[in-house]
């Protein structure tokens, strides 16, 4: 008896053990990676740094010249409308690219095949080719505008267009959030549906009413994740456009960038770090905090 | 057409119209999917004077293969090659090795707060979205490595793989909670001890998974461009697709070359895509079993 009870007790112990054990590597990875350099921004940001030396504290100074500074609050600006366009523009063609990929036709995975390929090219050849095909005079995109008649669009050159045309980027990779809506397609149970065909409801009706809310939880996902890219977006704006024209593309991501690695200005850089950190992480609780109004968790 | 459909029994009128319109939606959204590549690869074959030419032709008129030439000339494309290949390799050991370990200590071991400690490796997502240099983190983890010496080499682009990554760990572990528990019981009984019930039961039965990650932290390393950009500033060490910046000249750039070069880079991943779509296609479900 009190043998088989000690036994039972060293069993808990030791699957606590080999618990802690084996996600150890993640525990020390988010303190690493994550926790260290998180609040190392907020105390680089109260320094002056020039990557070289030792860091000079100089208390509020980094944000007070950020307030003043109005190219921190282009990028700011030029960010928070990159999110509000990307994100509902992101769930839209990705619902859209979803029911695309669950068409009944034979050939169907040829098409998830074409659907998925961008996502894999790497972002400096896929914006490379963005550049190129929306050249204004030699690109394909005026050119087959020019058919329906549409004068010459100066996408990147044009500060009205830029932003929109980095958006664009971001939607060429949409294919792989599209895979993950179609599973959640595919779970829907298709006895849903066949009641409701028997009370004649129209094909959109259906999808409004059944498909729509059976797929919240996936848009939940799809917003957390787009305001996370959204906020960070970097690569296609620095080699697209470097910020320009007249700043219009002048991300946060990118403003960090420059600051640090271009103008040796780092403890700047972090104090813009740290800020955008809190955005995200507030964007992102936010978001999950509403999703009890408006997800529906029915079929799990 | 109705020769085709016919002998599969009569299908009504209004399924064939839906199909139809099926088919044309589909192709009208893939060629718009397509037009990168595809201009990418008719301007990688145009001269220089057919570069200049307007309207564009939307074909070469005789191909081209001069630009694949001369960009080999002008980047050293088989040594970034190489250069990828390994800092892609290594990822794909470190995401496979860590992400399985860490994932099956939160689903194949019962152990008080397991499912409270998970919830700050989904929480982490939003940070690590890009992997492994992000905008949030990239300043302190800079100075970090350059404390250590570390700049021009692979080590702080590869180091994080080796401590897992939030969606790998979520994709696993939902894995391996569908394997039956009874498996690790059964070999418990038989004298297995935890290793060996991780590397001889679960491991094997694991490798659908382990594949779709090793695959995605590859093509992720080989796509990579912030990482590479901070941390690589010795030429010698550049990726392929820091590379392509050799073509952004103050001269402005060379289209059809960068082009040609932008095949070259680009080819390699569409062909492992091409030959693993299933497991591209797939892997995404695995992750949503719920």
Known sequence: ?300 | METLIRPSGKRPLAEVRQQLLSRFFLIATCLFYLSPMYWMVVTAFKSDKELAQFPPTLWPHDIFWHNFDQATKTFPFLSYLGNTIFYAALTMLGSVLSNFVIAYGFSRIKWPGRDLLFYPVIASIFIFIQFPVNPITMVPMFSFFAGLGLVNSFIPLVLPTFFGNPFFIFLLRQFMLQIPTSLSEAARLDGANEFQIMGRVILPLTRPALVVVALLAGVNAWNDFLGPLIYLQNDKLYTLSLGLTFFKTLHGIQFNMLMAASCLVVLPVVLVFLCFQRVFLEGVTLGSGR
């Open chain 1, 1 to 300: 008896m009190n043998r088989t009870r000690k036994k039972v007790i060293s069993a808990d112990t030791r699957n606590l053990l080999f618990g802690l054990l084996f996600i150890s590597p993640w525990i020390l990875g988010f303190f690493l990676f994550l926790v260290y350099p998180v609040l190392s921004n907020f105390h680089l940001g109260m320094t002056q740094y020039s990557g070289f030396g030792k860091p000079e504290w100089i208390g509020f100074q980094n944000y007070a010249a950020l307030f003043k500074d109005p190219l921190f609050w282009t990028s700011l600006y030029n960010t928070f409308y990159y999110v509000v366009l990307a994100v509902p523009l992101g769930v839209f063609v990705a619902i859209g690219l979803a029911v695309a990929m669950n068409q009944k036709v034979r050939e169907v995975t040829w098409y998830r095949v074409i659907l998925y390929l961008p996502s894999v090219a790497p972002v400096f050849a896929l914006s490379m080719m963005l550049v190129w095909l929306l050249n204004p005079r030699f690109g394909l995109f005026n050119y087959i505008l020019s058919w329906l008649h549409i004068p010459a669009i100066n996408w990147l050159g044009d500060p009205h267009w830029s932003k929109l045309a980095i958006v664009l980027v971001a939607q060429f990779g949409a294919g792989h959030i599209g895979l993950i809506f179609l599973t959640a397609l595919r779970a829907i149970p298709p006895t849903l549906y066949d009641a409701a065909s028997l009370d004649g409801t129209s094909q959109w009706r259906k999808f409004c009413h059944i498909t729509l809310p059976l797929l919240t939880p996936t848009i939940l996902y799809d917003i957390i994740i787009g305001i996370g890219l959204g906020l960070q977006v970097f690569a296609p704006a620095y080699i697209m456009t470097g910020g320009g024209p007249l700043n219009s593309t002048m991300f946060t991501a990118l403003y960090i960038y420059k600051n640090a690695f271009e103008y040796s200005r780092v403890g700047l850089a972090a104090a813009v770090s740290g800020i955008l950190f809190l955005i995200n992480a507030t964007l992102a609780i936010v978001t999950f905090w509403s999703s009890k109004y408006w997800v529906n968790y029915h079929l799990e």
